[in-house]
Every structure is written in C-alpha cells, then in structure tokens.
C-alpha cells in the first residue's frame, strides 16, 4: 500500500525522483496519468490494467463516461525509472498538474499522486479545515 507524503523537486530536465518505498511496490514499468484536482496519479502496472479494465465498461453513451476516459487515457504514459530512480514528467502531464520545482508525493492506496506544492498545500488546508463533515459524509462506507 502506498502510504506517506514526500517533498522532492522537479528538475530542469522535468525529472522527479520516485521515494524507494513507492519505486519498490511500482515494479519496472507503471503509468502515470492527470488526475483530479490538478495532480497525477501513477498506477503499478497490475493496478492499471484493472482501472482500465473499468474504464472500458464505462458506457459510450454517457457524455460524462466519454469525458473522463478521453481525460485519463489521453493523458496516461508508460513509464519507469533511470539509475538514479527518476521519472520523466512530459510537459502535457506538467501543465495539467501545474508542477515547478517543488513537488509532493503522496501516497494513495494502490498508486501514488503527485502535486505541485503549492496546490496540495492549498488541498490540504481546505480538507483539513471540513475533515470532519468529509468524515461524516463517508459513514455509509463503514469506515
């Protein structure tokens, strides 16, 4: 499982280094495509093949469907990492999440996100300021 929250920076040549913990569970190849809120997501490749596998019986009539299976896939890439651990961001992937230098890592369940800072600190401020009415909201869940 992909836990924790982990600042690094995103360098000239829009390479991002992957904490070891994540890079160990990722595997040699993973995807990594635009998500919600101006972040990314990454996917080990076995939880990718499920996500898609859901994405395909999303129905071709709903517009919404559409939408957000053209959003994903669209911006999805296959990628792995150098010697060093790094990945390269392309720039669609860049723009989307609005990255510069400084970026954060988080973990996510089965893959990890990847935000801008200064995003996920204003994220982070306005979820931790309703947490509690989130909570609530999410009691049919059994959490």
Known sequence: MFMGEYQHTL????????????????GDTFVVTRWMEHSLFAFPKDEWDKFEEK????????????????????????????????I??????KEHAQLNKNVVITGSGNGFEIWSKDNWEEYTAGTAENFDQIAEELTDFDL
């Open 11 to 26: 360098d000239d040549k829009s390479r991002l280094i992957i904490p070891a913990k994540f890079r160990n569970q990722l």
């Open 55 to 86: 994405l395909n019986k999303l129905p071709f009539g709903a517009k919404d469907a559409r939408a957000f299976r053209r959003f994903v896939l669209a911006g999805a890439i296959e990628s792995d990492f150098d010697k060093q651990g790094r």
């Open 88 to 93: 390269i961001i392309p720039t669609v992937l």
